[in-house]
Structures are given as structure tokens and as C-alpha cells.
């Protein structure tokens, strides 16, 4: 069992570290998945078979040891046998190979339940959603608001909320689903988005927007043009800059492709059934809907709402819209 555990853990650090090197691309739920479920085989095998067989072999010591303090005690010896207490504890105690299985058991089903059902963090890498989430932001994502996900297969068990515009949405990135990706959601199915001359429009109706103080990113060391924008429900900040045209250059050859227009203005597409239309909120900045189309339903991990920390600037940790 030493050799099987050592293959096993190995087996694991390698994965990683191919992981961590860009060899392979990595799956974090499958990776939790397979650990619980090693773990979990290694937690029953202590629990009904080495643990029980651990305290059959103390029970033998302890037996031998009154048989002999029983001999001793007729001979009228007096013993004081320490070496009984360090053997049944050595008996008792748990091996290196079990403390790193099935001793991790619990931790690691806690950890897969709550990121697969409940709450999942992430760390925001780019300046696609500033000012509403910067670089180093560490968020929470509600992982049942758009209803319960089965790990792994990310397929849907219950229905929970529908998805809103205006919403902040964590999903998996279409051209590369093994990338989670983070935007707001502009359009819905059967919603028709237009983004022509920085102006968002949907279905006909252009969405106001309201000129506020400008935004100063600290790590630019510039100023930005900046807005408040009523998306549905949400009053959120945007970012606009007039050195960058209107015109989406580099768009790539997507599913659902035709239901886009570009031009020199920019673009205009009709939202599928099932599907979305992302776009961030730094839009001059943003990889998005625009470039690589519509985000299915079944790529939606969940709704971003909180800034747990950012160990660069504390005043960022709160709720956001």
C-alpha cells in the first residue's frame, strides 16, 4: 500500500506541476474531484479495515502484557513497563501513507462541496471590468444563483434565478473552456445589442448614460473618461476612451457568426436562444462578445458579487454590482 500511495500522490503532483508549467491544461473541479474520491476510498479502507485491525493487534499486546504481570506478580515482582505505553501507541498510530489520504479526507470534500455548490473564488487577472473589479481583486461567485451544476460535468439540476442584464457573470470562455472568464451581461436571448459609436443600444432603445468624475488608475498612471450606465436593474461604471475606434477589429469566426453585423461603427448582433452577449466594463479594454462570440448556457459558472480581499488595496473588499 506504501508503493500504491507514494504512485498515487506523485501521480497527483505531476499532474500539477504539468499544470503549473502550461504542459497540459488543467481542470481544478476534476482535480477536486479525483481527490475526494481517492481520499474518500482511503478514509473507508482506515475507517472499516486498518483502524479496526490497528486496535485488534493493541488488544493481542494488551492481553500479552497481563499474562505477563500476572507470571511477574506470582513471582512477586514489581514492574513498571514503559515499553507497553510506546507500543500501543506505535500500534495505534495512524501511517504516513493513511495521515496523507484518508487524514486529508474531510478537507478536501469540504472544499469540493463548497466550490461546487455554494461559493467559488476567484482572482481577477486583467483590467477587462475596471473600475467595477481590478487587477488583484479576489472575488466570491455564487455557484447555485443560476441554479445547481453537477461538478465536472456542469450540467444543470436545478433552475434557479434567470440570468439578468447588468449582471457580473463568471463563465467558462467558449474558444477555451478550461478558461474561466469574467463579464457583465449586456444582452439575453432574443435581444438584439448594438455597440455602434461607443453607444450601447438594445433592441432599439439606447441605453443612458450619465458623465461622471473621471477614473484614475493607479497602475496606468493616467485618467479615463467615465460613466454610469442603467443595465436593467444595475446602475454600474464604465470606462470609455476616445483614442481607441469604434470599429471591432479582429472579430474571429464564431458559432452563430450570422447573427452579427460588423461595420465601421462597430457591431449589432441578435442573441440565440440559450445564449448571451458579454461585454466588459472597461470597453475600450475588453476582449468580449464583440471578438469571440456568444457564452452558452451550459459555460455559466456563476454570479460574481463580492470583493473578499485585495491585499494591494484593503477599501476594495465589499459587495459590487
Not at 473600475?131 to 439540476?157: A, M, Q, S
Not at 470599429?247 to 445564449?275: D, L, W
Not at 476582449?287 to 454570479?303: A, C, E, H, M, T
Amino acid at each position: 500500500m506504501q508503493v500504491l500511495t507514494a504512485f498515487i500522490l506523485a501521480s497527483f503532483v505531476g499532474y500539477i506541476g504539468a499544470w503549473y508549467f502550461s504542459a497540459i491544461e488543467g481542470n481544478f473541479a476534476l482535480l477536486l474531484f479525483m481527490a475526494s474520491l481517492v481520499t474518500g476510498l482511503y478514509w473507508l479502507a482506515e475507517r472499516f479495515y486498518f483502524l479496526p485491525g490497528r486496535r485488534r493487534a493493541v488488544e493481542q499486546l494488551e492481553q500479552q502484557n497481563r499474562q505477563r504481570q500476572q507470571e511477574l506478580d506470582k513471582l512477586g515482582i514489581v514492574s513498571a513497563d514503559k515499553d507497553f505505553e510506546v507500543s500501543r501507541e506505535k500500534l495505534l498510530a495512524q501511517p504516513w501513507w493513511l495521515d496523507w489520504t484518508a487524514g486529508l479526507f474531510p478537507v478536501i470534500v469540504i472544499v469540493f462541496l463548497l466550490r461546487s455548490f455554494l461559493f467559488e473564488p476567484f482572482k481577477i487577472p486583467s483590467g477587462s471590468m475596471i473600475p467595477t473589479l481590478h487587477i488583484g481583486d479576489l472575488i466570491l461567485v455564487n455557484k447555485f444563483h443560476y441554479g445547481i451544476r453537477l461538478p465536472v460535468l456542469n450540467i444543470k439540476v436545478t433552475e434557479g434565478q434567470p440570468v439578468q442584464r447588468g449582471d457580473v457573470m463568471v463563465f467558462r470562455y467558449p474558444p477555451k473552456p478550461s478558461l474561466d472568464y469574467i463579464k457583465r451581461v449586456v444582452g439575453v436571448p432574443g435581444d438584439e445589442v448594438a455597440y455602434l459609436n461607443k453607444r450601447l443600444s438594445i433592441n432599439g432603445q439606447a441605453i443612458p448614460l450619465v458623465s461622471v468624475p473621471e477614473f484614475f488608475d493607479s497602475d496606468a498612471m493616467r485618467y479615463s473618461k467615465q460613466f454610469e450606465e442603467q443595465l436593467g436593474q444595475v446602475s454600474h461604471r464604465l470606462l470609455i476612451d476616445d483614442d481607441r475606434p469604434g470599429f471591432v477589429a479582429g472579430a474571429e469566426q464564431f458559432p452563430n457568426r450570422e447573427q452579427c453585423r460588423y461595420s465601421i461603427e462597430g457591431v449589432v448582433c441578435k442573441v440565440p436562444a440559450g445564449h448571451y452577449f458579454m461585454m466588459g466594463d472597461n470597453r475600450d479594454n475588453s476582449l468580449d462578445s464583440r471578438y469571440w462570440g456568444f457564452v452558452p448556457d451550459q459555460n455559466i459558472v456563476g454570479k460574481a458579487f463580492f470583493v473578499w480581499m485585495n491585499f494591494g488595496n484593503l477599501k476594495r473588499i465589499g459587495s459590487f454590482q
